[in-house]
């Protein structure tokens, strides 16, 4: 069976390190793994208000969240913990009350930085976020990508083999992660 993942990268940006990390997992992932790469952009601001009549865009997230096999974050560190745009969708798909979308669902945290300290911050705050509202997260290995920079060619290819080396050994012990908890 093939287990399909839903990979939210925390940044908007086009030329996204996060985002061509995103895609060199996904690339990288086996063949028991499908990574469906996403960004927070296009979610509505939340508002509890809204509820009554969720916007569609809320929907289709939740949706989509519901759907997968589990949940990846990619993501960059913003002032010492993630960006906004990624703490807007997991407050969208954590609501209605009890019933989040992300309940159940085995999770992997990947931060990263062009700095020299991989965003461990920005992943940390993840893991007091994320308990609450969804299943097991991966604790081991755990990955702080620091020096991504230059870890990319112009086309978004990954260059770097010591990162190559890294994320497969990631996104094999994710896919063992997914297989454990997808029974
Ligand atoms: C508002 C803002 C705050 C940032 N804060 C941090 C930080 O706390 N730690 C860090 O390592 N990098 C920080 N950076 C630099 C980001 O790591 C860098 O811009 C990175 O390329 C963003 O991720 P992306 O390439 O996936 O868009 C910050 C960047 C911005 C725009």
Known sequence: ??????????????????????????????????LEVITPAGISFFNQDLEANPPADWLTFREKLQASNGVLFVTPEY??????????????????????????????????????????????????????ICG?????????????GDAFDEKGELLKESL???LQQYINAFAAHIEKHNK
């Open 136 to 148: 097991p997260i991966l604790q081991q290995p755990e990955i702080y990508l620091n020096g991504v």
């Open 79 to 132: 002032n010492r913990s993630i960006p906004g745009v990624l703490k807007n969708a997991i407050d969208v798909g954590s609501r209605p009350y009890g019933k989040s979308s992300f309940n159940g669902k085995p999770v992997g945290i990947v931060s990263n930085s062009p700095g020299p300290l991989g965003g461990v911050s920005a992943a940390k705050h993840l893991q007091n976020i994320l308990p609450g």
């Open 164 to 166: 190559k080396t890294v």
């Open 1 to 34: 069976m093939v287990h399909q993942i839903v990979t939210l990268v925390g940044s908007l940006r086009k030329e996204s390190f996060s985002l061509k990390i995103a895609n060199a997992l996904a690339r990288l992932a086996p063949a028991t793994l499908r």
